[in-house]
């Protein structure tokens, strides 16, 4: 297991293949999804408080779990649009290994976001405001970039199974599209993850279906440039 995600890391992807995806690989990007994307979440939730931290731990493999049942029929549809000879097994198979391994970058970057945070300033502080948003934004940065190179590893092995160059390029960007905007959506209606200064910590809010990811990231811009 870890000498094949040394081989996707490196994209390296002339010894991976997607010819017959079973349920062992399957279970395998599973595990590095939840132990991966758990730690990481736990630095998410730290600056609001230690039950925030588990409360994220937990949430955070469920949303990359959501967004990939989400998303499934759609990529593989997109998949034989576009061309890429590849099944509907494959093109799950193909996401889950992007998410397991963004999963594992984020799990790399652990240790800096925990620096971060406490560089930050804290909530009990009258700037906690500016704390928050500072984690909100380092974290969105953090995710966004995780999920761009995962996906970037595999566009070697989508050229590889499709033959076309140009077709891999399409179905990759379309997958990212797709997973970038269903799953910030998602993480807003499984807030909260940092948990807000003024509110309590919470599982999940009482309006979750209230508003959307976008104001919210805005927001944030303006409270630390304007």
């Avoid at 999804?33 to 409360?55: E, K």
């Avoid at 179905?171 to 799953?183: D, H, I, M, P, T």
């Avoid at 999940?204 to 104001?215: C, I, M, S, V």
Wanted: with cysteine; aromatic share 12%.
């Amino acid at each position: 297991m870890i000498e094949h995600f040394k081989t996707l890391l490196r994209g390296e992807v002339g010894a991976v293949s997607l010819e017959k995806p079973g349920l062992r690989w399957f279970a395998t990007y599973c595990l590095a999804i939840v132990i991966g994307s758990s730690v990481y979440g736990a630095t998410i939730g730290l600056w609001r408080a230690p039950l925030q931290s588990v409360f994220t731990a937990i949430k955070f493999p469920l949303l990359i779990f959501l967004t990939c049942i989400g998303n499934g029929a759609i990529n593989g549809m997109l998949a034989q649009l576009l061309g890429s000879g590849l099944s509907f097994r494959q093109t799950a198979l193909a996401i889950l290994m992007s998410f397991a391994v963004a999963s594992v970058i984020l799990g790399g970057f652990s240790p800096i976001t925990l620096f971060i945070l406490y560089n930050a300033p804290p909530l009990g502080s009258e700037h906690a405001i500016v704390g928050h948003s500072v984690m909100l934004l380092t974290h969105v940065f953090a995710i966004a970039f995780a999920g761009v190179i995962a996906n970037r590893r595999l566009l070697g092995l989508l050229g590889k199974m499709s033959g076309r160059e140009r077709t891999a390029r399409a179905v990759l960007f379309s997958w990212l599209a797709g997973n970038l905007f269903l799953g910030a959506q998602l993480a807003w209606n499984l807030r909260p993850f940092i948990g807000s200064p003024g509110l309590a910590v919470q599982f999940l809010r009482d309006d979750p279906l209230r508003g959307n990811f976008y104001e919210a990231v805005w927001r944030a811009f303006r409270h630390l440039f304007f």
